[in-house]
């Protein structure tokens, strides 16, 4: 799968990714917010990457490296899984380089994941969970007409706000 925006090229991740992949989940300020063992070494990461695929090939997850169309490298995730069982709800996921923050790089990746989980998967809901504190991640959902639920929980995530985005029917 791929999908193509003004300056970004959302892909499947493969192998050849490791290196990415290593540099993107072991970084300390995306990790900042999140709870997660990061990848110490490629080979973690491949294993991560092998994970993804099978998840994907199994339609668990739909899981893309972002690149800027004149890079190869990724430079951030996108993803929507965790599908309700009548596959009419999902979350989103999302990570960025922090080199590539504010620039407007997340925004336009997150507006075509969720026409693809709208439009082409039919959703009638996607979730996002982000930590409290981060500034950037709420924005950038509120500036997506995500709603704050907030009498909802993360179960298990105290500092996480919960918000979500309905289909408009």
Same mark, same amino acid.
């Given at each position: 799968m791929r999908i193509e925006t003004e300056r970004l090229i959302l892909k499947e991740i493969n192998e050849n990714h490791a290196e990415d992949i290593l540099k993107i989940r072991s970084n300390v300020e995306i990790n900042r917010f999140l709870k997660?063992?990061?990848?110490?070494? +490629?080979? $973690?990461?491949?294993?991560?990457i /092998? !994970?993804? %695929?099978?998840? !994907?090939?199994?339609?668990? !997850?739909?899981? /893309?490296?972002?690149?800027l169309k004149n890079q190869t490298?990724?430079?951030?995730?996108?993803? @929507?899984?965790?599908f309700s069982e009548d596959r009419k709800e999902a979350e989103v996921g999302y990570e960025l380089l922090p080199d590539y923050?504010? %620039?407007?790089?997340?925004s336009e990746a /997150? &507006?075509?994941? /969720? +026409?693809?989980?709208?439009?082409e998967l039919y959703l009638d809901e996607i979730l996002a969970f982000t930590n409290?504190?981060? $500034? +950037?991640?709420?924005? @950038? @959902? @509120? &500036?997506?007409?995500?709603?704050? $639920? $907030?009498?909802? %929980?993360?179960e298990g995530f105290p500092e996480n706000l919960v918000f979500s985005l309905r289909k408009n029917m």
């Open positions: 997660r063992n990061p990848p110490q070494t +490629n080979y $973690e990461a491949l294993s991560f /092998l !994970t993804i %695929k099978q998840r !994907t090939a199994n339609k668990e !997850t739909f899981y /893309l490296g972002i690149s490298n990724l430079i951030g995730t996108i993803c @929507l899984y965790r923050h504010r %620039k407007g790089i997340m /997150l &507006k075509a994941v /969720l +026409n693809f989980g709208f439009n409290k504190f981060n $500034e +950037n991640s709420k924005s @950038l @959902l @509120l &500036k997506h007409q995500f709603i704050l $639920e $907030e009498g909802r %929980k993360d």
